[in-house]
T-cell receptor, first 116, second 117 residues
Framework: DTGVSQNPRHKITKRGQNVTFRCDPISEHNRLYWYRQTLGQGPEFLTYFQNEAQLEKSRLLSDRFSAERPKGSFSTLEIQRTEQGDSAMYLC??????????????FGPGTRLTVL | AQSVAQPEDQVNVAEGNPLTVKCTYSVSGNPYLFWYVQYPNRGLQFLLKYITGDNLVKGSYGFEAEFNKSQTSFHLKKPSALVSDSALYFCAVRDGNSGAGSYQLTFGKGTKLSVIP
């Protein structure tokens, strides 16, 4: 396993449609994160999993967004009733679990969503 | 709340010259600081981190960063820039003392580095 993978890499959808993205973390990493990045901005935190448990959710994660990690391996991020403001790059990252919070996160290539 | 400021949207430097990309942070507890680089159409790549210890940390591709607690800064440096260093650089912070156990990173807006041949 060479890194975090994300699928699809690009998604174009019409406003009001639902979309789902997948993230496969580095195999030995049990922490998984979702971020959103818009043009000219740094990534913004959306949510975090430790194994299958979703432990943190940002206020950016509206009720149209849902993330799952059912078996503690891959994760999915679903956006329902997409809006044009959802257009962004969605980044997934993973990290190892240690007693501290000092481990770096390794990022995937991202899924670029365009809502027409 | 934690925040990161990267005051320069773009930095231009001639190949072979030293480069500095600036970063200041704000966090209530002990700062855990990170630098990432992003090439076009690719994800963020980890460069280096400061957790504790020596204020000068060394990372990938010859980059280093200096932690300055009094100035709340964590500037990225390289003694001799390469054209291939041209990319978007992000500074990020996490609160190491967060009682809630927050693992989220807060990123700056990024600095575009252009190394001119």
């Amino acid at each position: 396993d060479t890194g975090v993978s994300q699928n699809p890499r690009h998604k174009i959808t019409k406003r009001g449609q639902n979309v789902t993205f997948r993230c496969d973390p580095i195999s030995e990493h049990n922490r998984l994160y979702w971020y959103r990045q818009t043009l000219g901005q740094g990534p913004e935190f959306l949510t975090y999993f430790q194994n299958e448990a979703q432990l943190e959710k940002s206020r950016l994660l509206s009720d149209r967004f849902s993330a799952e990690r059912p078996k503690g391996s891959f994760s999915t991020l679903e956006i329902q009733r997409t809006e044009q403001g959802d257009s962004a790059m969605y980044l997934c990252a993973s990290s190892e679990q240690t007693s501290g919070r000092n481990n770096e996160q390794f990022f995937g290539p991202g899924t670029r969503l365009t809502v027409l | 709340a934690q925040s990161v400021a990267q005051p320069e949207d773009q930095v231009n430097v001639a190949e072979g010259n030293p480069l500095t990309v600036k970063c200041t942070y704000s966090v209530s507890g002990n700062p855990y600081l990170f630098w990432y680089v992003q090439y076009p159409n690719r994800g963020l790549q980890f460069l280096l981190k400061y957790i504790t210890g020596d204020n000068l940390v060394k990372g990938s591709y010859g980059f280093e960063a200096e932690f300055n607690k009094s100035q709340t800064s964590f500037h990225l440096k390289k003694p001799s820039a390469l054209v291939s260093d041209s990319a978007l650089y992000f500074c990020a912070v996490r609160d190491g003392n967060s009682g809630a156990g927050s693992y989220q990173l807060t990123f700056g807006k990024g600095t575009k580095l252009s190394v001119i041949p």
